[in-house]
């Protein structure tokens, strides 16, 4: 039997005779709106748990990965731009360096030539 409109407000009718308009709005208003093959049971929504975790597992492991790949990039850039600043730091101290001594024994030769 096809369960539709026409045939539950058929049955309503009967309840309404049997019971009384309210005890057959009551009654109605338990049963489902469609046919009991659409209504999900607990099974089905077991089901749709194991499948829901299953998906939420898979993307939170793509999601790890793609955080992991980007730490790398972003460490990976870090040491890059350490290591360039670290460079230009050496041979900037390298150079002020140099000029000092040139400086001191310049002014070692100019002390010398006095006395």
């Not at 009551?26 to 299953?54: F, H, I, S």
């Not at 597992?57 to 040491?79: G, N, P, T, W």
């Not at 730091?89 to 310049?106: D, F, S």
Request: with cysteine; net charge negative; aromatic share 4%.
């Amino acid at each position: 039997m096809v369960l539709d409109e026409r045939s539950r407000h058929q049955l309503y009718l009967r309840l309404e005779q049997a019971l009384g308009p309210e005890a057959a709005t009551t009654l109605m208003e338990y049963l489902p709106p469609v046919g009991w093959a659409d209504v999900a049971t607990k099974r089905n929504l077991d089901a749709l748990e194991q499948r829901l975790d299953l998906r939420i597992d898979a993307l939170e492991q793509r999601l790890d990965l793609r955080i992991e790949a980007v730490e790398h990039k972003v460490l990976a850039a870090f040491r890059g731009e350490l290591q360039s600043a670290l460079t230009a730091q050496g041979r900037q101290m390298a150079i002020t360096l140099a000029g000092t001594a040139g400086a001191l024994c310049a002014l070692a030769f100019a002390a010398a030539r006095l006395t």
